[in-house]
């Protein structure tokens, strides 16, 4: 079997296993944590890069994760989850929760970022996630700029929001970009509920060329 035909199956497979009956707002999809969708106008832009780097260790971005899959399970939509350093821990969410959830899991980057193509092609989930913050910094420089761009004309054309997490800013074809502004300690993640609710969250809007600088939290 070829190449073409495996990833035809492929989809196919994907539209079977995770039908869609979710419609969101024509250009944004709500993300359910207010400090974002408060700071960028409603949620992630839909056919665009969304950058969110956090440089922090303990900025928040696992948890940020976990409430994004939970809105999609309440919104009822299924997201996809690209995991660069195959580090995402599914064993905080409910069963029925991991439902709405593709978990590509990955050992490099490069693998993550072919399967983000793949899936941005297939057009079957409205919020794909590229999670790559724990992958080494000379790994993802390893990725030509070309990869990206080419991930952006993809989404351009694909009725979904891609939102990819990085530990520092390296993504140029991202039309936002996001930073985690959050330092918190293990005792705090454990005695505090609800504290991917209270993310601090600074804006850079790329517009143009310029970047307009906002805060929120």
């Known amino acids: 079997m070829?190449?073409?035909?495996?990833?035809?199956?492929?989809?196919?497979?994907l539209a079977e296993r995770f039908p869609q009956t979710f419609a969101p707002a024509a250009d944004r999809l709500a993300t359910g944590v207010p400090a974002i969708d408060q700071a960028i106008a409603g949620g992630?832009?839909?056919?665009?890069?969304?950058?969110?780097?956090s440089p922090n260790l303990s900025a928040g971005s696992a948890l940020l994760i976990y409430a994004l899959l939970q809105n999609a399970f309440r919104a009822g939509y299924f997201l996809?989850?690209?995991d660069g350093c195959d580090s995402f821990d599914?064993?905080?969410m409910g069963n029925a929760q991991l439902r709405n959830l593709l978990w590509v899991r990955c050992a490099k980057a490069f693998e993550a970022v072919q399967a983000a193509d793949l899936l941005l092609r297939d057009g079957?989930?409205?919020?794909?996630?590229?999670?790559?913050?724990?992958?080494?910094?000379?790994?993802?420089?390893?990725?030509?700029?070309?990869?990206?761009?080419?991930?952006?004309?993809?989404?351009?054309?694909?009725?979904?929001?891609?939102?990819?997490?990085?530990?520092?800013?390296?993504?140029?074809?991202?039309?936002?970009?996001?930073?985690?502004?959050?330092?918190?300690?293990l005792a705090d993640l454990e005695q505090e509920e609800g504290v991917a609710f209270r993310l601090k969250i600074q804006v850079n809007r790329v517009q143009g060329g310029r970047q307009i600088m906002a805060g929120a939290g």
């Not at 070829?2 to 497979?13: C, F, T």
């Not at 992630?44 to 780097?53: R, Y």
């Not at 030509?144 to 997490?165: C, D, G, K, S």
């Open 90 to 92: 599914p064993q905080p």
């Open 2 to 13: 070829g190449a073409r035909s495996k990833v035809i199956d492929l989809r196919q497979l």
């Open 124 to 185: 079957n989930f409205p919020l794909v996630v590229l999670d790559l913050v724990l992958n080494a910094p000379e790994e993802l420089r390893k990725i030509p700029q070309t990869n990206w761009y080419r991930l952006q004309r993809l989404v351009e054309t694909a009725p979904a929001a891609f939102l990819i997490l990085t530990r520092h800013s390296i993504i140029s074809s991202a039309q936002l970009k996001l930073t985690l502004d959050n330092f918190w300690s």
């Open 80 to 82: 996809a989850l690209v």
């Open 44 to 53: 992630l832009p839909k056919n665009a890069i969304t950058e969110l780097s």
